[in-house]
């Protein structure tokens, strides 16, 4: 299936601010499941990128603005073909581990701790421990339990969680968005012993107009990572679409970074997705490969940066800069508002 996606998102401000530092996850990813064919980042105002990966491997793009300005816009385009493998067979005859840490190795055991957003909690715990969780289950088995398990404790209902929502709030409430039902699994998933991450995206359905997010869980050596997506109770289609993956949704915010000035901050998020017969002749000798990136950055390098050939001369940049470092996830001084993935 070609997709073509359009993710638009648009900052607003009371008065004019003085700049931004603004980082970017939202150029899908290829992988066995998909293949980017064309992706392209624009600003307005315009800004150069530098665009690097992070120690998940995603695409991030980066860019500084330094004039002032009332309204941001970013828009990110994208084709991707979906072929997602079939996890069900994947699954099939595939032996789980239960707290077997000899089994699973160095890359997968950090998936398997808790995390910002996704902590061992009472509440969390109590859904864990109350899930019939059998020795002789097969992981197809065990797939299914888990959503099943979310299915019957969470509903589905906006405006009532919100982007930096944890477990234990999402629990208390018993509802939430799609970001929320992968943030529960992912810890039960963990507290079961099976490592699972996060995955920030896009799906293909009429009406959807924000970034859509679900979970991946490891199996086994075989099966590998399953795309499981625990909103709708189904493994993912080829209408999910990867834009990135990491312990928790505050790896992976579309959008975060942060501004300088004395106004309010809005934000408006439009995604339109489409299923095309082919791509545009225009565009059809794109490769991912053509990328120039900044470099390869560690994980736990959260926090936006400056190039390292942005000279901070002006006070505006003095200040951005020097908020950086103890700004990881959510800056104290004027934040970025993020996208909450629904």
């Known amino acids: 299936m070609l997709l073509k996606i359009t993710h638009k998102t648009r900052l607003d401000y009371t008065c004019e601010v003085e700049g931004t530092i603004f980082e970017a996850r939202m150029a899908p990813r290829s992988d066995d499941d998909q293949t980017t064919h064309w992706y392209q980042l624009t600003s307005t105002p315009n800004a150069p990128l530098t665009s690097y990966r992070d120690g998940d491997g995603n695409r991030v793009d ?6 002032p300005y009332t309204s941001l816009t ?79 404790r969470l509903n589905y209902e906006s405006a009532v969680t919100h ?21 529960v699994l992912i810890g039960l998933a963990r507290l079961k012993g099976l490592p699972a991450r996060y995955v920030s995206g896009y799906i293909n359905q009429p009406g959807q107009i924000a970034t859509h997010a679900w979970a991946q869980v490891w199996f086994g050596p075989r099966a590998g990572w399953i795309d499981m997506d625990p909103t709708r109770g189904i493994f993912a289609t080829d209408d999910h679409v990867t834009v990135a993956f990491g312990r928790d949704y505050s790896d992976v915010p579309p959008n975060r970074g942060l501004w300088v000035g004395n106004a309010v901050e809005s934000i408006d998020v439009i995604v339109e997705i489409s299923q095309v017969d082919r791509l545009p002749a225009d565009i059809s000798d794109f490769s991912p490969r053509k990328s120039h990136y900044a470099g390869h950055h560690r994980r736990f390098s959260r926090a936006a940066s400056f190039p390292q050939n942005a000279q901070a001369t002006s006070a505006t940049r003095a200040l951005l800069a020097g908020s950086l470092p103890r700004q990881p996830f959510q800056p104290e001084n004027h934040p970025q508002q993020t996208q909450q993935q629904q």
């Open 74 to 152: 970013v828009q990110a385009d994208s084709y991707v073909r979906t072929h997602r493998r079939d996890s069900s067979a994947r699954l099939k005859d595939e032996t789980t581990f239960v707290k077997s840490g000899d089994v699973i190795g160095l890359e997968l055991r950090e998936f398997l701790k808790p995390s910002a957003l996704i902590l061992n909690g009472e509440k969390l715990r109590q859904f864990a421990d109350s899930i019939y969780w059998p020795d002789w289950e097969t992981a197809t088995g065990r797939a299914q339990r888990l959503m099943d398990a979310l299915g019957g």
């Open 163 to 183: 982007a930096w929502s944890s477990v234990e709030e999402v629990l208390s409430l018993n509802v939430g968005v799609c970001q929320d039902f992968a943030h």
């Open 62 to 67: 980066l860019f500084n603005i330094f004039n």
